[in-house]
């Protein structure tokens, strides 16, 4: 039986809402940091009332890719975590509106401060043959140079879906530009060389510090408990509505319109009704959807696109309706977009005060650590400590991924996508040159690893029109946000790029006299240019 939500229900599953029907609704589908980031624009700069807005998620839980669970007792995890830097403006709008758990400062001063004392300057970028690289150099050819030159200048019609790989020679995926570049980014050969250029001219500020990874900012703790709690908690504060483990299935249009929302919860299928003045914003696609957790002694699972409903609502919506976007260019490629990362809870601080010794940083400091000769590309990053909220001083925390997760390890003889927690922590510490100390770390870890076979779909090779615009034409109150919708200049695979979707969504929508801050473009800065000329070249400062 469907339910109809025009007037309140005693179902859990009903959409919240007053007896009577007031001026406006926002419904937001997906409860991730584009739905979260629309829900405080609506309030903050569009003045909705709160509990006038709903936002609609599948999981049992908020925030999207920007999680972070677990235990001491049963291993923490988290899927992944996003690189700040000081030019996401609209992030930092955002949350300067928002305050931190703590209360007396805002979230974006709470990060600010915390990075001033806490500055990532990397003493050990590429870990290789057990010793570490202090500042790389990057060892790019003049060829190379030249092609990251032009790139930086060609039009983005021009290049279509050509991938990195069908624009430099096979020597440069040796350099260790490269590796720094792809593991800091989780960019691999096949990928767009449209998106590679954008992240080329949009960090073009930090490409003078990028073998110490200085200019990265991160947050006091994980970013879910960072970010994602003190969201929340403002949007509960102003009585916004989360209906969770809802997903939606369906939209009806009336011509250009939407005019029904349909959405199953805990079974029961369901939908509202959308008026014309209503305002219905999806977040399109999902890059960690399908993801599937593993233990010490087992291997994750690849999941595809039918384990989740966020791919599946995108490929219906798009069914004759090419402005929609073609999803299937992200979502039918699992085998270039998958990855696999993986969260290790440790009993004492013993391995990390390993990792400190042989890496000349403390946890917090150095940021990513890439195992350049390694077989699966791994990386490591040794959060400062504690990482989660409750975490006791005993028990320290650090994450890893790999790129090239169907390659058997160097250390255990199978693929990373087969391996159980504990073989990656084998693989890890044998890298680390730690062998000696293996059974004493493997016998106080929970490696908990984690397969996501949608993590960089965002990447993939695409054209202008396979992403829907934010504001697709001609419709009047259905708005696209997220990583899968079209955004001059930005760059994906960010917390930025969701969050100006979604004030660019808001602002557009809602008619505001405002824009988004612009995208910082440091291609127009001739001292910026210089030092990342230097810095290509390998001329010392």
């Given at each position: 039986?469907?339910?109809?939500?025009?007037?309140?229900?005693?179902?859990?599953?009903?959409?919240?809402?007053?007896?009577?029907?007031?001026?406006?609704?926002?419904?937001?589908?997906?409860?991730?940091?584009?739905?979260?980031?629309?829900?405080?624009?609506?309030?903050?700069?569009?003045?909705?009332?709160?509990?006038?807005?709903?936002?609609?998620?599948?999981?049992?839980?908020?925030?999207?890719?920007?999680?972070?669970?677990?235990?001491?007792?049963?291993?923490?995890?988290?899927?992944?975590?996003?690189?700040?830097?000081?030019?996401?403006?609209?992030?930092?709008?955002?949350?300067?509106?928002?305050?931190?758990?703590?209360?007396?400062?805002?979230?974006?001063?709470?990060?600010?401060?915390?990075?001033?004392?806490?500055?990532?300057?990397?003493?050990?970028?590429?870990?290789?043959?057990?010793?570490?690289?202090?500042?790389?150099?990057?060892?790019?050819?003049?060829?190379?140079?030249?092609?990251?030159?032009?790139?930086?200048?060609?039009?983005?019609?021009?290049?279509?879906?050509?991938?990195?790989?069908?624009?430099?020679?096979?020597?440069?995926?040796?350099?260790?530009?490269?590796?720094?570049?792809?593991?800091?980014?989780?960019?691999?050969?096949?990928?767009?060389?449209?998106?590679?250029?954008?992240?080329?001219?949009?960090?073009?500020?930090?490409?003078?510090?990028?073998?110490?990874?200085?200019g990265i900012m991160r947050t006091p703790l994980n970013q879910y408990d960072s970010m994602v709690r003190p969201l929340v908690k403002w949007l509960e504060q102003r009585g916004?509505?989360?209906?969770?483990?809802?997903?939606?299935?369906?939209?009806?249009?009336?011509?250009?319109?939407?005019?029904?929302?349909?959405?199953?919860?805990?079974?029961?299928?369901?939908?509202?009704?959308?008026?014309?003045?209503?305002?219905?914003?999806?977040?399109?696609?999902?890059?960690?959807?399908?993801?599937?957790?593993?233990?010490?002694?087992?291997?994750?699972?690849?999941?595809?696109?039918?384990?989740?409903?966020?791919?599946?609502?995108?490929?219906?919506?798009?069914?004759?309706?090419?402005?929609?976007?073609?999803?299937?260019?992200?979502?039918?490629?699992?085998?270039?977009?998958?990855?696999?990362?993986?969260?290790?809870?440790?009993?004492?601080?013993?391995?990390?005060?390993?990792?400190?010794?042989?890496?000349?940083?403390?946890?917090?400091?150095?940021?990513?650590?890439?195992?350049?000769?390694?077989?699966?590309?791994?990386?490591?990053?040794?959060?400062?400590?504690?990482?989660?909220?409750?975490?006791?001083?005993?028990?320290?925390?650090?994450?890893?991924?790999?790129?090239?997760?169907?390659?058997?390890?160097?250390?255990?003889?199978?693929?990373?996508?087969?391996?159980?927690?504990?073989?990656?922590?084998?693989?890890?510490?044998?890298?680390?040159?730690?062998?000696?100390?293996?059974?004493?770390?493997?016998?106080?870890?929970?490696?908990?690893?984690?397969?996501?076979?949608?993590?960089?779909?965002?990447?993939?090779?695409?054209?202008?029109?396979?992403?829907?615009?934010?504001?697709?034409?001609?419709?009047?109150?259905?708005?696209?946000?997220?990583?899968?919708?079209?955004?001059?200049?930005?760059?994906?695979?960010?917390?930025?790029?969701?969050?100006?979707?979604?004030?660019?969504?808001v602002n557009s929508m809602l008619g505001l006299k405002r824009e988004a801050p612009a995208?910082?473009?440091?291609?127009?800065?001739?001292?910026?240019?210089?030092?990342?000329?230097?810095?290509?070249?390998?001329?010392?400062?």
């Amino acid at each position: 039986m469907t339910q109809s939500t025009n007037v309140p229900a005693s179902d859990p599953c009903a959409a919240a809402m007053p007896g009577h029907r007031p001026s406006r609704m926002a419904y937001l589908v997906g409860g991730g940091i584009a739905s979260l980031a629309s829900a405080v624009f609506l309030i903050r700069d569009g003045d909705l009332l709160g509990h006038n807005i709903t936002i609609l998620e599948e999981l049992d839980t908020l925030g999207g890719s920007l999680d972070g669970s677990g235990s001491p007792d049963t291993g923490y995890v988290l899927r992944g975590g996003r690189m700040l830097e000081s030019k996401y403006l609209c992030t930092f709008d955002l949350f300067s509106s928002i305050p931190a758990l703590g209360g007396d400062v805002s979230v974006t001063e709470e990060i600010f401060a915390w990075n001033k004392a806490m500055k990532t300057s990397s003493k050990s970028r590429i870990f290789r043959d057990g010793h570490r690289l202090t500042a790389p150099a990057f060892g790019l050819s003049e060829k190379h140079i030249l092609t990251i030159e032009r790139l930086a200048l060609e039009p983005e019609r021009l290049l279509g879906r050509s991938t990195i790989a069908d624009e430099f020679d096979a020597d440069f995926f040796k350099t260790d530009f490269w590796f720094m570049w792809c593991t800091t980014f989780a960019f691999q050969p096949w990928h767009s060389a449209v998106e590679f250029k954008r992240y080329l001219v949009r960090f073009a500020h930090m490409v003078s510090g990028f073998q110490r990874l200085e200019g990265i900012m991160r947050t006091p703790l994980n970013q879910y408990d960072s970010m994602v709690r003190p969201l929340v908690k403002w949007l509960e504060q102003r009585g916004v509505n989360f209906q969770e483990k809802t997903r939606v299935t369906d939209l009806d249009f009336d011509e250009k319109s939407v005019k029904r929302i349909v959405y199953e919860c805990d079974g029961a299928a369901g939908e509202i009704a959308v008026l014309p003045n209503d305002l219905v914003i999806v977040t399109m696609g999902s890059m960690t959807e399908g993801s599937s957790l593993g233990g010490m002694d087992t291997a994750p699972v690849l999941n595809t696109k039918v384990h989740g409903g966020a791919w599946t609502l995108w490929e219906k919506l798009a069914i004759d309706r090419p402005e929609f976007g073609h999803p299937g260019v992200f979502c039918d490629h699992i085998e270039d977009s998958k990855w696999v990362s993986f969260t290790t809870t440790l009993q004492d601080h013993a391995f990390l005060n390993f990792v400190r010794d042989l890496t000349g940083n403390v946890p917090g400091e150095g940021g990513l650590i890439t195992f350049s000769d390694s077989a699966w590309l791994a990386s490591i990053v040794i959060p400062s400590q504690p990482h989660f909220i409750g975490q006791p001083k005993d028990v320290s925390v650090f994450w890893g991924y790999g790129l090239k997760v169907d390659t058997p390890g160097d250390f255990v003889r199978k693929p990373m996508s087969a391996c159980t927690g504990r073989e990656i922590m084998a693989e890890i510490i044998g890298h680390l040159r730690l062998s000696s100390h293996g059974a004493s770390l493997l016998n106080d870890a929970i490696c908990i690893p984690c397969m996501m076979p949608f993590i960089t779909s965002q990447f993939l090779p695409r054209e202008a029109r396979d992403r829907p615009q934010i504001i697709p034409g001609g419709y009047t109150n259905l708005a696209f946000a997220g990583q899968f919708c079209e955004l001059p200049d930005d760059v994906v695979f960010t917390v930025e790029y969701s969050i100006r979707s979604a004030q660019t969504a808001v602002n557009s929508m809602l008619g505001l006299k405002r824009e988004a801050p612009a995208v910082y473009k440091g291609k127009f800065d001739p001292a910026v240019l210089y030092e990342a000329f230097k810095a290509l070249h390998g001329i010392a400062a």
